[in-house]
C-alpha cells in the first residue's frame, strides 16, 4: 500500500522561502512527483525526482532522500500567486498509477 | 488549444440517475486516466488506460464504466449515482507512464453533484 503524509496547511510571507515536506511509505517506489494545484483549477506539474538529490528549476526546487522516504519543495521569492495546494505524489509498482497525498494548502501573505 | 477538455464542467443530479463525462486530450499522448477529487482535495486516481487497454482499476465500485473509444477519448459512465459520489473529476493524459517520470496533463475538471 501507500502511505504519503504532508503538512495540512502553511503560511508564508511574500518574498521569503517555504519548505514544503513529504514522507513517504510504499510497497513499490517509481519516483516522487510535485504538483501545484490553484483553488477551482486542475493539478500542473512541477517537478519529478528519482535519485536523491536536490532538482532546481528556477524560483522552486524539489529534494528526495529514497532511504528516508523524504522529500520537499522549496519555494524561493514567494509571490501571491504562489498560493495553492501542492501536491507530493509517488508512482507505484504498475508505472500508470499515481497515487497522491493529500495536499498542502499554502497561503502567502502581504 | 486546449490540451485536455472535459464536458460538462458542472452536473447536478439527482440520486439513482445514470451520467456521463466525456474527456478528449489532442496532445497525441498514449495513456489517460481518471481522478476523483473530494470535499477535502484528495486526488484519488480511479482509471488508468493506455492504447484504449484498461491498465488500472482502483477498486471503484462497478458503477463507474470507463471506455475509451480511441486514444485520444476517455469517457467516465455512472450508474446509479450516490450521494458519495459528489466530487470533482479530472480526466489527465501523459505521453507514457504516468508514474514514472511523465508529467501528466489534467482536464478542467467536472464537478459533479448529487442530490
Known amino acids: 500500500g501507500q502511505n504519503i503524509d504532508q503538512p495540512t496547511e502553511m503560511t508564508a510571507t511574500e518574498g521569503a522561502i517555504v519548505q514544503i515536506n513529504c514522507t513517504y511509505q510504499t510497497s513499490g517506489f517509481n519516483g516522487l512527483f510535485w504538483y501545484q494545484q490553484h483553488a477551482g483549477e486542475a493539478p500542473t506539474f512541477l517537478s519529478y525526482n528519482v535519485l536523491d538529490g536536490l532538482e532546481e528549476k528556477g524560483r522552486f526546487s524539489s529534494f528526495l532522500s529514497r532511504s528516508k522516504g523524504y522529500s520537499y519543495l522549496l519555494l524561493k521569492e514567494l509571490q501571491m500567486k504562489d498560493s495553492a495546494s501542492y501536491l507530493c505524489a509517488v508512482g507505484g509498482n504498475s508505472g500508470y498509477a499515481l497515487n497522491f497525498g493529500k495536499g498542502t494548502s499554502l497561503l502567502v501573505t502581504p | 488549444d486546449t490540451a485536455v477538455s472535459q464536458t460538462p464542467k458542472y452536473l447536478v443530479t439527482q440520486m439513482g440517475n445514470d451520467k456521463s463525462i466525456k474527456c478528449e486530450q489532442n496532445?497525441?499522448?498514449?495513456?489517460m486516466y481518471w481522478y476523483k477529487q473530494d470535499s477535502k482535495k484528495f486526488l484519488k486516481i480511479m482509471f488508468s488506460y493506455n492504447n484504449k487497454e484498461l491498465i488500472i482499476n482502483e477498486t471503484v465500485p462497478n458503477r463507474f464504466s470507463p471506455k475509451s473509444p480511441d486514444k485520444a477519448h476517455l469517457n467516465l459512465h455512472i450508474n446509479s449515482l450516490e450521494l458519495g459520489d459528489s466530487a470533482v473529476y479530472f480526466c489527465?493524459?501523459?505521453?507514457?507512464?504516468?508514474?514514472?517520470?511523465?508529467?501528466?496533463?489534467f482536464g478542467p475538471g467536472t464537478r459533479l453533484t448529487v442530490t
Open positions: 489527465a493524459s501523459s505521453q507514457g507512464q504516468g508514474a514514472i517520470g511523465y508529467e501528466q496533463y
Open positions: 496532445l497525441g499522448h498514449d495513456t
